[in-house]
Nanobody
Framework: QVQLVESGGGLVQAGGSLRLSCAAS????????MGWFRQAPGKEREFVAG????????YYADSVKGRFTISRDNAKNTVYLQMNSLKPEDTAVYYC????????????????WGQGTQVTVSS
């Protein structure tokens, strides 16, 4: 069982930066690949970024590639999403999720989810 708690969301102007954190409970955090997803009002949830068990492999949605960076610290049971050059279209609730499978971009294949943190980018 893994419990996930996101933090770091907020209101930022376009062009600004935020860093999201996702703290995981349990001793098996390093056994899971982690992902970040987001859901904007009226839209479906979409994959944003993922990272392998030890952080050696990362993968991104095309819409955030070059602007967002996912990383993890297994000693702290935490995964991060550094978001730079934010755009109004990045406004959404951001969720972290855990899966035993690397490279997964489909939300239904993730086993554990956090409750989300709101990111709002003003123009």
């Amino acid at each position: 069982q893994v419990q996930l708690v996101e933090s770091g969301g907020g209101l930022v102007q376009a062009g600004g930066s935020l860093r999201l954190s996702c703290a995981a409970s349990g001793r098996t955090f390093s056994s899971y690949a982690m992902g970040w997803f987001r859901q904007a009002p009226g839209k479906e949830r979409e994959f944003v970024a993922g990272i392998s068990w030890r952080g050696g492999t990362t993968y991104y949605a095309d819409s955030v590639k070059g602007r967002f960076t996912i990383s993890r610290d297994n000693a702290k049971n935490t995964v991060y999403l550094q978001m730079n050059s934010l755009k109004p279209e990045d406004t959404a609730v951001y969720y972290c999720a855990a899966t035993p499978r690397i490279g997964v971009r489909t939300g239904s294949l993730y086993d554990y989810w956090g409750q989300g943190t709101q990111v709002t980018v003003s123009s």
